[in-house]
């Protein structure tokens, strides 16, 4: 869109749209005008001016009113829609106002048609929740390879005269609003968005059921916390074995990428059903961390500096009680997550660690020595004596 529009494209590493600060950092330093993220990043941007940041677009997945609310002011926002059948984008909604219950997906952008179908494929009424389909010069020719599932979801175009013409069936519910413009609701089979990624809950289930020691399994994505979705995996072992979420996640690893792994593990002696039989995913209960479940004893902080940063751990990932080495990704943390984490590092002891040393030591207590032999190293700057006095603590503790 940049170079068709005759405007300059900034090209940046995966590591650096990773980092919160870093990406403010560019788009500061490159006067960047306009950028498209997904609400899941823009979420966790530190706040900053950005005078020269003119137009925001979302998209990728829903967006709260309060997102648009403290990103909107003196610019422009748009919320985009459009899966990747349809070649990323086939409507548009520029936001202005207060959205309560997040701001509608807009109209279609041209050359797109959007219509609203009930499972019979005929145009429900507005306020009336159907599927969207979606047709127009965009559309993908189907899935390589796959043709029973192209023939499922690209499908004859019934209200065109045109040979050839097709519709896509997205798989989204939603509705018109009294203004024309089209409201998202919900998935209309098991597909989720989390943090950006498209994930068929069905697909992780699959993975489950073939476990030897499960009887049975769910799987949902929850937002217990605003702003973080995040995957939950429901499980009724076999015979009361013994079993545990760090277990699980190791042999679903090797036929699974990260971002369709679990956060958290829920066992249960049987899954909620509803009087019809059904699984009664309402009444499935929300995560509680057992230390049970986490591959280390629990360790009480030995000084000020492994202190501050179990505080951090608790206050991003709202837990009561963390250790020195408990593993910041075991607890529930995620990449989003783990940016702001060593953006809170940075602010507290003054020292810039990058994003990949979270992967490699991932405990209160490794950090703190990465800390301190990153501080030992730093040039002397305002925010050397706080470095020294994390040294200092942590030599104590090697003493001792």
């Not at 399994?217 to 702003?227: H, L, N, S, Y």
């Given at each position: 869109m940049a170079m068709l529009s005759g405007a300059a494209l900034v090209l940046t590493s995966s590591a650096t749209i990773a980092n919160g600060n870093e990406l403010v950092k560019i788009l500061a330093d490159q006067k960047v005008t306009t950028i498209t993220l997904?609400?899941?990043?823009?979420?966790?941007?530190?706040?900053?001016?950005?005078?020269?940041?003119?137009t925001i677009i979302t998209a990728g997945e829903a967006v709260s009113g309060e997102l648009v609310?403290?990103?909107?002011?003196?610019?422009?926002?748009?919320?985009?829609?459009?899966?990747?059948?349809?070649?990323?984008?086939?409507?548009m909604h520029e936001c202005k106002g207060s959205y309560p219950q997040g701001p509608p997906i807009?109209?279609?952008?041209?050359?797109?048609?959007?219509?609203?179908l009930d499972s019979g494929l005929q145009p429900v009424p507005i306020g009336v929740p159907g599927e969207l389909c979606m047709g127009g010069v965009g559309l993908a020719r189907g899935y390589r390879n796959r043709p029973d599932l192209t023939a499922e979801r690209f499908i004859p175009h019934p209200f065109s005269n045109q040979p050839g013409e097709r519709l896509y069936r997205s798989g989204d519910r939603v509705r018109y609003l009294p203004d024309g413009q089209i409201q998202f609701l919900s998935r209309i089979d098991q597909q989720v968005k989390v943090r950006g990624f498209r994930i068929e809950l069905g697909e992780i289930e699959a993975v489950l059921d073939k476990h030897e020691k499960i009887s049975d399994c769910a799987v949902i994505a929850?937002?217990?916390?605003?702003?973080?979705?995040?995957?939950?995996?429901?499980?009724?072992?076999?015979?009361?074995?013994?079993?545990?979420?760090?277990?699980?996640?190791?042999?679903?690893?090797?036929?699974?990428?990260?971002?369709?792994?679990?956060?958290?593990?829920?066992?249960?002696?049987?899954?909620?059903?509803?009087?019809?039989?059904?699984?009664?995913?309402?009444?499935?209960?929300a995560p509680a961390l057992s230390r049970d479940e986490l591959a280390s004893q629990y360790a009480a902080p030995r000084n000020e500096a492994e202190e501050k940063v179990v505080q951090i751990v608790a206050e991003l990932l709202n837990l009561e009680k963390v250790g020195i080495h408990d593993n910041f990704f075991e607890l529930g943390g995620h990449s989003l997550l783990a940016t702001q984490f060593m953006s809170r590092l940075r602010e507290s002891f003054g020292v810039e660690l990058p994003l990949k040393i979270l992967f490699e030591k991932p405990t209160p207590?490794?950090?703190?020595?990465?800390?301190?032999?990153?501080?030992?190293?730093?040039?002397?700057?305002?925010?050397?004596?706080?470095?020294?006095r994390v040294s200092r603590e942590?030599?104590?503790?090697?003493r001792s």
């Amino acid at each position: 869109m940049a170079m068709l529009s005759g405007a300059a494209l900034v090209l940046t590493s995966s590591a650096t749209i990773a980092n919160g600060n870093e990406l403010v950092k560019i788009l500061a330093d490159q006067k960047v005008t306009t950028i498209t993220l997904p609400p899941s990043v823009l979420a966790v941007l530190p706040g900053t001016e950005l005078p020269e940041l003119k137009t925001i677009i979302t998209a990728g997945e829903a967006v709260s009113g309060e997102l648009v609310e403290s990103w909107s002011h003196s610019r422009q926002f748009v919320n985009a829609y459009g899966p990747t059948e349809t070649t990323v984008c086939a409507s548009m909604h520029e936001c202005k106002g207060s959205y309560p219950q997040g701001p509608p997906i807009g109209k279609p952008i041209a050359n797109f048609q959007l219509y609203v179908l009930d499972s019979g494929l005929q145009p429900v009424p507005i306020g009336v929740p159907g599927e969207l389909c979606m047709g127009g010069v965009g559309l993908a020719r189907g899935y390589r390879n796959r043709p029973d599932l192209t023939a499922e979801r690209f499908i004859p175009h019934p209200f065109s005269n045109q040979p050839g013409e097709r519709l896509y069936r997205s798989g989204d519910r939603v509705r018109y609003l009294p203004d024309g413009q089209i409201q998202f609701l919900s998935r209309i089979d098991q597909q989720v968005k989390v943090r950006g990624f498209r994930i068929e809950l069905g697909e992780i289930e699959a993975v489950l059921d073939k476990h030897e020691k499960i009887s049975d399994c769910a799987v949902i994505a929850r937002e217990d916390k605003p702003g973080d979705k995040r995957l939950v995996a429901y499980v009724v072992p076999k015979d009361q074995e013994a079993l545990t979420g760090n277990d699980l996640k190791d042999a679903m690893r090797t036929q699974l990428p990260e971002y369709m792994i679990p956060s958290a593990f829920v066992f249960l002696d049987e899954l909620p059903l509803t009087p019809n039989g059904k699984l009664n995913r309402h009444a499935l209960p929300a995560p509680a961390l057992s230390r049970d479940e986490l591959a280390s004893q629990y360790a009480a902080p030995r000084n000020e500096a492994e202190e501050k940063v179990v505080q951090i751990v608790a206050e991003l990932l709202n837990l009561e009680k963390v250790g020195i080495h408990d593993n910041f990704f075991e607890l529930g943390g995620h990449s989003l997550l783990a940016t702001q984490f060593m953006s809170r590092l940075r602010e507290s002891f003054g020292v810039e660690l990058p994003l990949k040393i979270l992967f490699e030591k991932p405990t209160p207590a490794e950090l703190v020595s990465e800390l301190t032999r990153s501080g030992d190293q730093a040039p002397q700057t305002t925010a050397t004596p706080a470095i020294k006095r994390v040294s200092r603590e942590a030599r104590k503790v090697k003493r001792s």
